[in-house]
């Protein structure tokens, strides 16, 4: 985590192809924090808008092949019509391109969702406690390396970011 470089100032609004679009490269390159593309694909809305918002900046120092990248707090927008936050690393070459959000108010708003939303892992049980209504399904989920371990430590970052903004 390099302290000393500065975030970038603006909020990413994103589609769905971009989404999977930068997913997909996150795969590529290995980062850590990315979530499956087959359920990225399977559950974000087809049509919805997808948010970024920068946390920090992170470096592989043992893996020098692989760029600077941020971590960005990802809001996305799922079928069922609710939304969840993840967390996903993207290289500084994918994300100057993609259009910010010119609207104070509507950052505000995104920045609210983003504190109120459940995570991916969180909305995951939740919805498995309410199709099937076993312990058999949440032990699987808990178990998923992608969902647990990742989500487990995102929302723990997380937590320590949104004490810090509120202090």
């Known amino acids: 985590m390099d302290v000393e470089r500065p975030l970038p100032r603006e909020v990413k609004v994103i589609d769905s192809a971009s989404l999977f679009r930068l997913e997909e490269r996150a ?3 290995g980062l850590s924090q990315r979530l499956d593309l087959t359920w990225v694909r399977a559950n974000a ?3 919805g808008t997808h948010y ?7 470096t592989l120092s043992h893996r020098p092949e692989v ?3 941020v971590r960005w707090e990802l809001l996305i927008s799922l079928r069922a019509g609710d939304r969840v936050v993840s967390w996903l690393d993207v290289v500084p070459d994918d994300f100057t391109p993609l259009p910010k959000m010119t609207s104070r108010e509507e950052g505000m708003q995104v920045r609210q969702l983003l ?3 459940p995570s991916v892992r969180e909305w995951l049980l939740r919805e498995d406690g309410a199709r099937v209504g076993c312990d058999r399904r949440r032990q699987q989920i808990s178990a ?5 371990k990742t989500s487990w430590m995102s929302s723990r970052i997380s937590q320590r970011i949104r004490r810090r903004r509120n202090q």
Do not use: E
Not at 52 to 58: F, K, T, V, Y
Not at 144 to 148: E, G, I
């Open 52 to 58: 970024l918002w920068p946390a920090l900046w992170h």
């Open 27 to 29: 795969g590529d390159l």
């Open 67 to 69: 760029p600077d990248h």
């Open 115 to 117: 504190n109120q939303a």
């Open 45 to 47: 809305a087809p049509g």
């Open 144 to 148: 998923h390396p992608r969902v647990s």
